[in-house]
């Protein structure tokens, strides 16, 4: 995943993750109650699946942020199997989680996000941590659990309300 733009600015990359936050959100405004439960979005998921699945995704960057700055190597998934096993791992443990608190989770957890990015310096987010972070500098790893996941799941949620419009 590339920068945002240009030469790392945190500001810009702040602006980039809400405003790829806020392209979901708009999303969000248009599914009712019983579509966000139905199944096809992506694959068998869900919309609430979806979202507690980048919920989960970003709960687990905080944790690895905070044994970052504790100096210890965070545990990631090692491969695609291992990320693949957490995906299916995490969709499990939320299936019983009604809309209403997926969705609360989904915007605290949000909101954890930004107040941790914001505590942190444009040095610590270049930074490359070799042997904790595959993606590179910290702002790499950040991106692709947020504005660059954000942008994968707003394009399936996207491509199902057009179909489902249509239908």
């Known amino acids: 995943m590339t920068e945002p733009s240009g030469l790392f600015n945190k ?32 694959g068998d998921w869900s919309v609430k699946d979806i979202l507690a699945h980048i919920t989960v995704w970003e ?3 905080l944790g690895w942020l905070a044994e970052t700055r504790q100096g210890l190597i965070p545990r990631l998934p090692a491969s695609k199997h291992d990320l693949h096993r957490w995906n299916v791992r995490f969709y499990l443990e939320n299936q019983g989680c009604p809309p209403a608190e997926v969705l609360s989770t989904y915007r605290q957890t949000y909101s954890k996000v930004l107040q941790s990015i914001a505590r942190m310096s444009e ?3 270049v930074n490359e941590i070799h042997g ?12 692709d659990n947020t504005w660059g996941h954000y942008k994968e799941h707003a394009a399936s949620i996207r491509a199902w309300l057009k179909h489902s419009k249509l239908s």
């Open 11 to 42: 500001a810009g990359f702040l602006e980039s993750i809400q405003a790829e936050h806020e392209k979901i959100d708009a999303l969000l405004a248009q599914v009712d109650e019983i579509q966000m439960t139905q199944s096809g979005v992506a």
């Open 59 to 61: 709960q687990c960057m």
């Open 132 to 143: 904790a972070w595959p993606e590179g500098a910290l702002w790499q790893g950040i991106a």
């Open 123 to 125: 040095e610590e987010l």
